[in-house]
């Protein structure tokens, strides 16, 4: 049953492999270029983000996550985790077409992260970087990177090639900042609660 198991998962991850590079390459490149034709900075951030947000859904990473932490109801960790792919995408979409610098944005990123990680409850930290991991998946990473190689192909100075890089950086903080923000939103509720019934 084990060598019948192994053979059926080798098989089946190959022909979902193949056939999400198929299907997300050519889109996520597409969308990538279009992107650039739009003059609306406002409806780039939406498109990004919507995109960034309906992938994430996808991710069938997320989907196990979420049944594994029965501390957050499922549908509030896989929204929050799409929420802050859907916000970072967005940001590191218009970095690349602001042409600005990736250092700058990972580095106060990471001040957010630590700083955030000193409020949030124990439980809230490993959630929280493991949902950075499940983004990082077979669905999100082939769609997030062409997107970024279709929107810096436009582009003709010399640092285009380079900036397609820290897509997928920036995309998987966003989880991690927000599952924090929501570990935080939880401690001050039960503050609250706790408040509420020494008052009574």
């Keep these: 049953m084990f060598v019948v198991g192994a053979v059926m998962l080798i098989f089946g991850m190959a022909l979902f492999q193949l056939g999400a590079e198929t299907a997300m390459t050519p889109l996520g490149e597409g969308i990538g270029v279009q992107l650039t034709k739009i003059n609306k900075y406002i409806l780039v951030i939406a498109v990004s983000a919507f ?11 997320l989907q196990v996550l979420a049944q594994q932490v029965p501390a957050i109801p499922n549908l509030t960790l896989i929204l929050t985790v ?26 106060i990123m990471y001040v957010l992260l630590i700083g955030f990680s000193l409020f949030v409850p124990k439980e809230f930290l490993a959630v929280a970087f493991d949902s950075g991991g499940v983004t990082t998946g077979p669905i999100t990473v082939p ?58």
């Excluded at 995109?51 to 990473?61: H, K, L, Q, S």
């Excluded at 967005?90 to 990972?106: E, G, N």
């Design 82 to 107: 799409a929420i802050g792919v859907s916000i970072f995408l967005a940001i590191a979409v218009i970095r690349i077409i602001r042409k600005i610098d990736l250092s700058i944005l990972l580095a």
């Design 143 to 200: 769609f997030i990177m062409a997107m970024g190689i279709g929107i810096s192909s436009v582009r003709s100075d010399r640092n285009s090639s380079n900036d397609s890089f820290g897509l997928i950086a920036l995309a998987s903080g966003g989880p991690i900042l927000a599952v924090l923000v929501l570990g935080c939103f939880y401690r001050s509720i039960l503050y609250i609660s706790i408040l509420k019934l020494f008052l009574q």
């Design 51 to 61: 995109m960034g947000f309906i992938i994430t859904i996808a991710e069938p990473d």
